[in-house]
């Protein structure tokens, strides 16, 4: 009988063997993730989407991912993985939060019928036996129901990959998520690269209400000019994969900034970064905010592009 937020702080959920949320609550689902930090046990998330088509089962045996990794992982999958794109463009019109949950078999707007319901909530508790019997890698499963003809039934599953989190440097409120795959693409090409400077585009998702900017798919074009200590990127290709990019992601996932590498010195923002990425800001980022990337073979800074700078270039 008590709201679940203010009951949630005051346990101690170190008694229990398992958390298992069925709120399918975004706020629910970050509460959890807040509490759950210094504790080893497992967490499930479980939820239905897509007017009960589609159920989601997030597992959590490690403090490594948070709430929002499982999703926005789910959101880069959809740029290759047609049952997760077309997932997200039947929800985009019902999303609240960036975060994208689900409808609970509760909710007043949502008639499930008892098939559809124990369908999704069985193949849940088999994934919950297989978390308590071994030791799982956080993992989320999309187990879809009547999506091609009636009866059909399948499960998919994704393990979530290592995400590292870069705070800002000119603002530590703020942090960056990027998967360690991806950066670690990103370094090795400032390594090949030498000398040169070398850079991409970059799309992803900025959070601006949890000040989280996820890192998700970045497109370097065959035509950039690469010299020491200047780089212009080129666009061949771009437009055409950034359309696509956004398109298949529902427009979760769009251009938020560029990346480029510093082959000698400093990691943070020259003159000529300020004034390139603030125009770049101004004239082509669809966000308020934006994001720079600046990156060597083994080191990487993010710098958080705001809004209402407005850069003056004035000659002596």
Partial sequence: EEDIIQWLPKVDIANYDIIIDATASASVFRLVDKISLGTSIPIVHFAL????????VYVNTSRESILSDYYMHLVHESID?????????????????????????????????????????????????????????NTAYLSYVNIEYEG????????????????????????????????????????????????????????VKHKIIYLLHQFKPADSK???????????????????????SSGVLDYIGDWHSHPSGSLDMSVTDILTNYAIKTSEIPSEYGICLIANSHQT???LLIPGIDVVVQEL
């Fill in 49 to 56: 989407s897509d007017a009960g088509n589609i159920g989601h």
């Fill in 226 to 248: 690469q010299k020491i200590s200047k780089l212009h990127l080129g666009i061949k290709g771009w437009r055409e994969e950034y359309l696509r990019v956004k398109s298949r």
């Fill in 301 to 303: 800074k993010a710098h």
């Fill in 152 to 207: 059909q039934v399948f499960t998919e599953s994704y393990r979530i990959p290592a995400f590292i989190n870069i705070k800002c440097s000119n603002n530590d409120e703020w942090q960056v998520r990027i998967p360690k795959s991806l950066l670690n693409e990103i370094q090795l090409e400032a390594k090949l690269a030498g000398k040169k400077e070398v850079g991409g585009y970059l799309m992803g998702n900025i959070d």
């Fill in 81 to 137: 993985n047609d049952d997760i794109s077309n997932w997200l463009k039947r929800n985009t019109k019902h999303s609240l939060d960036i975060v994208r949950i689900g409808e609970g078999c509760h909710s007043n707007t949502t008639r499930l019928g008892d098939e559809i319901v124990s369908t999704h909530t069985g193949i849940a508790a088999s994934v919950i036996k297989g978390v308590l019997s071994k030791k799982n890698e």
